[in-house]
């Protein structure tokens, strides 16, 4: 679905969007989530995650900071998102950094279904196999147009790597999105955060195809291209992108003629 | 205590107010605690909550995100300030949205004894025993200014419901507060912050009574009317919000004449 | 190392930083991380802390929030640091305050051996063994140079109290740091923050000699200093200061003449 009815049926269904994730930026997450329009819940006790699950519209798991117990309550809430036909987001932060993040990553794959997969090149890389360069959760080389045609085959799965050019596929479309600003990569947790609207705009549409996935990443781009003009730092650049996206969502409409997305 | 009074003696005095609460609007919560004129601890080791509660002039119990452990830490922790004659504040984030989370409060108001307890209307209602609609933690409908009057009298409690109209009951008087702005429904932990407010003022005056908790809505919603001007949208609102209690606590003077409190 | 040349090199090399740190302040301290020109990363989870910090060019543990499997992962950590000849500091975060503080800050430096210990001035005074005043996680009193050269002589490490001075000593050499500015003192994790700073210049000097030490504590002052300029409170500091921070780590040469170091 493109961008504009997404945001548009999110501004009136407030979809909820479960995330399981990392306590570096789930403040941040949580809030953008709400900027594009959608309710954010954050659960992650086993005793509740089902329950959470079965009540939401997409489910978002982040694999930034790990414990075991998390780990659980994600294959939970995976298998539970499965069972009741709702989008699994996956972003699978830091693979190829340790063994433990690269196992987590097949598990969660192996165990659940998982509608799109949004990570940086290297981590994608890593998931595909190839030889990528991740140092802790940056990544620094790979191969993101090949990457994400092979995740995207392997998985049946919609696969995005971010960047300044970001590539989605399903493995047999594949997009480039050339929105985006280079102060983007000077805040933490920007990967996440493009991982939410996914979730958010999947939620709304009813699915995480290619055209929503890359439709969701070009609109976070283009909120990030509006708040650069605010910003003068990292610093002062969050919350005006905070305020970008809100304004986005709330008039969709702004978004002509502004997302850059092409078929490769 | 009235609000005015209870700012200037935090000032003075600089209360401890230990947060038992949520990862998602933990450093919101520290902030604003900060920002009233008191200070934050964090701590949840069952090991030492019992030390920092006995320290302590207020504890703050916010269940946003929950697991067994921390459960358990705000159990004893609770007992402790019961002991040692501090007020305890609950917030019942998501009551009504999972059975954990439910559970959880009854288990907690059955335990401890609460001076007050602070929620959005669904949350409130679903503590009453009415029916309400909660999504995720979001409230979407509740008859607040019944539960608050009915949770009050079955607990003892002050209780409030806060939403674009605070109600604040103690069973016997009700009060509305109309101070707030619709910024505030759009920042995450917007809630949380309120409760933490609840906790500084009451751990300044040494009391939850109804007048304390009215009080300290009024003055958190004068602080959000004073940062909506300067503010872009939600992601700007959030550092003028701390601006703006910072200044009204310093200077609690400013706030005569603007706290909008009625008996109902 | 002087801050323009271990700046200069963090530019260069953009060495990964593995922070172990609490919930309250983490992301603050990884945005300060990534703005001082490191890279951060977030890793707590027994399984991978080991490898993590083998990738890692220094780790910084700070005790915030504790509980014991952290506590694990901290000395796990620690002792693939010193094995790899990676500078450790530690941030004895609110030791003194409860005895579970206390007692991991002296199993930590009795397990690891650290190269800097940054801590406010009562912080440091508990790891002395001598009297201070901590309320919480806030510093009331302690008599600051002289506990960094009790701990300094007694650790074998850099030692720093922070405060509207900040004393550095490495036991022989004692040095004074004049810059910062009071705002710096209403936002939480200011202290976080320093000592994440002070973890980045370690990782980029390879070294935390007290030259390194107070030349990071400075230059964080500095930072404060640009941002108070600009900042209408506690709550638009915070993003000003990464700015600044930003700005200055990325021209380091406009720190010339502005680091108030000196000799006691």
């Given at each position: 679905?493109?961008?504009?009815?997404?945001?548009?049926?999110?501004?009136?269904?407030?979809?909820?969007?479960?995330?399981?994730?990392?306590?570096?930026?789930?403040?941040?997450?949580?809030?953008?989530?709400?900027?594009?329009?959608a309710l954010p819940v954050m659960a992650q006790a086993k005793e509740e995650v089902?329950?959470?699950?079965?009540?939401?519209?997409?489910?978002?798991?982040?694999?930034?900071?790990?414990?075991?117990?998390?780990?659980?309550?994600?294959?939970?809430?995976?298998?539970?998102?499965?069972?009741?036909?709702?989008?699994?987001?996956?972003?699978?932060?830091?693979?190829?950094?340790?063994?433990?993040?690269?196992?987590?990553?097949?598990?969660?794959?192996?165990?659940?279904?998982?509608?799109?997969?949004?990570?940086?090149?290297?981590?994608?890389?890593?998931?595909?196999?190839?030889?990528?360069?991740?140092?802790?959760?940056?990544?620094?080389?790979?191969?993101?147009?090949?990457?994400?045609?092979?995740?995207?085959?392997?998985?049946?799965?919609?696969?995005?790597?971010?960047?300044?050019?970001?590539?989605?596929?399903?493995?047999?479309?594949?997009?480039?999105?050339?929105?985006?600003?280079?102060?983007?990569g000077r805040i933490v947790g920007s990967g996440c955060a493009s991982t939410a609207?996914?979730?958010?705009?999947?939620?709304?549409?009813?699915?995480?195809?290619?055209?929503?996935?890359?439709?969701?990443?070009?609109?976070?781009?283009?909120?990030?291209?509006?708040?650069?003009?605010?910003?003068?730092?990292?610093?002062?650049?969050?919350?005006?992108?905070?305020?970008?996206?809100?304004?986005?969502?709330?008039?969709?409409?702004?978004?002509?003629?502004?997302?850059?997305?092409?078929?490769?």
């Amino acid at each position: 679905m493109n961008a504009r009815e997404a945001l548009r049926r999110a501004g009136e269904t407030k979809p909820l969007v479960h995330h399981i994730t990392n306590y570096v930026t789930v403040n941040l997450v949580a809030n953008v989530t709400l900027a594009t329009g959608a309710l954010p819940v954050m659960a992650q006790a086993k005793e509740e995650v089902r329950e959470m699950t079965s009540l939401a519209s997409a489910l978002v798991l982040n694999i930034g900071t790990l414990d075991p117990q998390t780990v659980e309550a994600m294959v939970l809430a995976g298998k539970t998102a499965n069972e009741c036909g709702v989008p699994v987001v996956l972003d699978p932060v830091g693979a190829g950094a340790t063994a433990l993040r690269t196992r987590t990553v097949e598990r969660l794959v192996s165990e659940v279904r998982v509608a799109a997969v949004c990570g940086n090149a290297g981590e994608i890389s890593t998931v595909a196999g190839l030889e990528a360069e991740v140092r802790g959760v940056e990544s620094l080389a790979g191969d993101a147009e090949q990457a994400v045609r092979l995740v995207a085959k392997a998985l049946g799965a919609t696969v995005a790597a971010t960047g300044p050019v970001d590539y989605v596929s399903d493995g047999e479309t594949t997009l480039a999105v050339c929105n985006g600003h280079p102060l983007m990569g000077r805040i933490v947790g920007s990967g996440c955060a493009s991982t939410a609207v996914v979730g958010c705009l999947a939620a709304s549409a009813g699915t995480a195809d290619v055209e929503t996935v890359a439709h969701a990443l070009a609109f976070y781009g283009a909120a990030g291209e509006d708040a650069a003009g605010l910003s003068d730092g990292p610093g002062t650049f969050e919350p005006r992108l905070l305020d970008a996206i809100s304004a986005l969502s709330e008039k969709p409409e702004r978004l002509e003629g502004r997302l850059k997305v092409e078929g490769l």
